[in-house]
């Protein structure tokens, strides 16, 4: 995995957890 690409899955798992929705 590019280190771009894991920052986008932190980044969209951190918005995913603060609405209580983790849909990855």
Request: a negative charge; zero cysteines; glycine letters at 12%.
């Amino acid at each position: 995995m590019s280190k771009q690409l894991l920052e986008a899955i932190g980044f969209i798992h951190d918005a995913g957890m603060a609405h209580g929705a983790t849909d990855i």
